[in-house]
């Protein structure tokens, strides 16, 4: 079987496989023949537990006591408001900078897909008992906040955060539908299957449109 390299900025502990912790520009991937693996979570969630783990590391950071303070004295729209005032970079679109770290969202998805699998962290497990059998992923316990960005699906603040870690999640469940649909094939297997077909379908039309060509010739010589 084939070794592993995982993109983890999820926190998963991963044994039996190579573990990067780094963002994608500083990613070193060192076995060409392993399969290149990133999970990419509900953005609501990773968000959240992003969250938790800032206000709840042992060394002093910056603004960690102003965001408990207001978190605990403010109502959660009030509090979601001031949290934007603060303009705290690492708090916008936290996964598409591992993908990117300009967070461009074009850029992040073009390397989101140069992974051999894009795996939803609701699918982990999934992707473990199909594919990497001898690997082991466990996910951290779910720990919770007073708040909650999701319960503020439709506010501008919230496109704010996570609008570009939202296209990126869509991105990762249709590619992970089309790996399931194919029989858990690699995606570049898969894309270059498609780019064939849609070569073969380029010629066709090229084809038939010379042939239009030709028989007009044919009527007006």
């Known amino acids: 079987m084939k070794k592993i390299e995982i993109l983890n900025f ?4 991963i044994e039996q496989a190579k573990n990067i912790t780094q963002s ?3 990613a070193k991937f060192g076995d060409e023949e392993a399969l290149t693996v990133v999970v990419v979570r509900n953005p609501y969630e990773y968000f959240d537990g992003m969250l938790f783990e800032y206000l709840t590391r042992e060394k002093s950071i910056l603004f960690t006591q102003d965001i408990i303070d207001h978190m605990k004295e403010l109502d959660n729209r009030s509090f979601l ?7 705290f970079v690492p708090f916008q679109n936290p996964q598409t900078f591992y993908l990117d770290i300009r967070k461009r969202l074009s850029k992040a998805i073009e390397n989101l897909e140069s992974f051999d699998y894009v795996v939803p962290y609701e699918a982990v497990d999934a992707f473990v008992k199909m594919l990497a ?3 082991h992923i466990v996910k951290p316990k779910e720990k919770k906040l007073l708040f909650s960005l999701s319960a503020f699906p439709e506010d501008p603040l919230t496109e704010k955060f996570i609008g570009k870690d939202n296209e990126l999640y869509r991105r990762s469940l249709e590619l992970w539908k089309v ?8 995606l570049p297997q898969l894309v270059g299957k498609k780019r064939i077909l849609e070569r073969k379908k380029e010629e066709k039309q090229q084809k038939e449109q010379a042939k239009k060509m030709q ?3 044919g009527v007006t010589g």
């Open 215 to 217: 028989s007009h010739k």
């Open 24 to 26: 994608f520009d500083q």
């Open 10 to 13: 999820q926190n998963l502990q």
């Open 133 to 135: 059998p001898n690997i």
């Open 81 to 87: 408001k001031w949290l934007d005032g603060l303009n």
């Open 179 to 186: 790996i399931e649909e194919n029989g858990y094939k690699t």
